[in-house]
C-alpha cells in the first residue's frame, strides 16, 4: 500500500475515533486556553472550578479576568479583548451591552443578596443591628465604602439598598445622610477590593454580596429582605430604586432600576476558543459540577439554570440546552 493511502487511512481513523468520544473528551483534551472575563465576586467559585476543571482535562489552560461586570463587557465592547465566555454579576449587562453583536444569549445560574460587612475592630460592631446601621453610617467618624456603580453592579446595588432603606424604614434624607459620609476615596472599583481595607482595620463598614461575606469570612449585617435585593417576591419594591450610569459611549448615561440579584452568563460569537468553552459550560451548568460549587460557596444557585424564552434557549449550542430552562 502506497504511503499516501497509509496516511488517509491513519488521519480517517483519528477523525473516526474523535467522533465516537464523549463530546467534552473529543475536544477539551486539544490543549487549548479558555478565556473567562468575570464578576470579581466570582472569583473564590471560579477559582474552584479552574482547579476541577483543570485536574479532569489537564491540557486545558483556563485564563480568567476578574473585574467590575460592566468593566468586564467594556474589554470585549469596547477593547475588542478576546473572550470566550463572561459571567456577570448582573444577567441585564448581558441583554444592554453584549447581545446581539457580542453574544446571542444570556442564562441566569445564581442569584445573591447585599449584606453589610464588618469586623470587630470597626466602630459601633457591636452596637449594629438591623434597626440602626443607617443612622452608624451617617456617623461622622465611621469610615465606610461601596464599589464604583459605573463598573461593578454591586455599587449601583449598595445605592439602591440605601434608597430602598429611606423608604422602607420611612426616614427621608437617609439615604443623602449615607452618602455625605461617603468620600470618593472610599469607592472602589470592585466590591472585593474593600475587603482587604475591613481587614487592616482601614474600613469598618463595605456593602458586599452575602457570598463574598461568606467566602472571606467576614462578619456581617443580614438586611431585611424588603431592601437586600435577594428575594424577587420584593421585586415590585425594588423597582422604586433607581441608580444612574455611565452609558455605552462617554458622555452618555442610563438609568438602572432596582431588580432581584440574578448573575448571568454568556459565550462570546467569535470565542477564539469555542469548543473546549462549550464543554467547560457543560460542566459549570451541571448541578454536580460548577453550580454545586456555588452552592457549598454561599451563592444559591438556579437549578436548573434559566433562560428567558424558548427562542433564546434554541439559540444555545445543542450540547447545553438539556441543562436549561425557559422562563416562558
Known amino acids: 500500500m502506497k504511503k499516501a493511502n497509509i496516511w488517509k487511512w491513519v488521519i480517517c481513523f483519528i477523525l473516526l475515533s474523535s467522533l465516537l468520544l464523549p463530546f467534552d473528551q473529543a475536544f477539551a483534551e486539544l490543549g487549548e486556553k479558555l478565556i473567562i472575563f468575570h464578576a470579581g465576586s466570582l472569583t473564590v467559585p471560579f477559582e474552584r472550578m479552574e482547579r476541577e476543571f483543570e485536574a479532569r482535562y489537564p491540557k486545558v489552560d483556563i485564563l480568567r479576568e476578574p473585574a467590575g461586570s460592566i468593566r468586564c463587557a467594556r474589554k470585549i465592547t469596547d477593547l475588542k479583548k478576546p473572550c470566550d465566555i463572561m459571567a456577570s454579576a448582573d444577567y441585564a449587562i448581558i441583554d444592554r451591552l453584549l447581545i446581539p453583536k457580542y453574544a446571542d444569549w444570556n442564562v441566569c445560574f445564581a442569584s445573591n443578596q447585599i449584606v453589610l460587612c464588618y469586623t470587630d475592630k470597626s466602630r459601633y460592631a457591636k452596637e449594629i443591628n438591623r434597626e440602626n446601621w443607617y443612622k452608624i453610617l451617617a456617623t461622622r467618624d465611621v469610615v465606610w465604602g461601596h464599589a464604583d456603580p459605573n463598573v461593578d453592579p454591586c455599587g449601583y446595588r449598595a445605592l439602591m439598598v440605601l434608597q430602598l432603606a429611606e423608604k422602607f424604614y420611612e426616614k427621608p434624607g437617609l439615604y443623602q445622610r449615607c452618602i455625605d459620609n461617603c468620600p470618593r476615596g472610599n469607592i472602589r472599583p470592585k466590591s472585593v477590593e474593600l475587603i482587604s481595607l475591613l481587614q487592616t482595620a482601614n474600613m469598618d463598614y463595605a456593602f458586599e454580596y452575602l457570598s463574598v461575606a461568606v467566602q472571606h469570612k467576614?462578619?456581617?449585617?443580614?438586611?431585611?429582605?424588603?431592601?437586600?435585593?435577594?428575594?424577587?417576591?420584593?421585586?415590585?419594591?425594588?423597582?422604586?430604586?433607581k441608580v444612574r450610569v455611565a452609558g455605552k459611549s462617554p458622555g452618555e448615561f442610563s438609568e438602572i432600576e432596582g431588580r432581584p440579584i440574578i448573575y448571568g452568563i454568556t459565550l462570546i460569537k467569535d470565542a477564539p476558543n469555542r469548543k473546549t468553552a462549550i464543554v467547560f459550560l457543560r460542566y459549570l451548568l451541571d448541578p454536580e459540577g460548577g453550580l454545586k460549587v456555588l452552592d457549598k460557596m454561599g451563592q444559591p444557585p438556579f437549578i436548573p439554570p434559566i433562560v428567558s424564552n424558548e427562542e433564546m434557549r434554541a439559540k444555545l449550542p445543542v450540547e447545553l440546552r438539556g441543562l436549561v430552562r425557559s422562563s416562558r
Do not use: V
Not at 443580614?222 to 422604586?240: A, M, V
Open 218 to 241: 467576614l462578619k456581617f449585617l443580614r438586611l431585611p429582605d424588603e431592601i437586600n435585593l435577594g428575594c424577587p417576591e420584593y421585586e415590585s419594591f425594588y423597582k422604586q430604586a
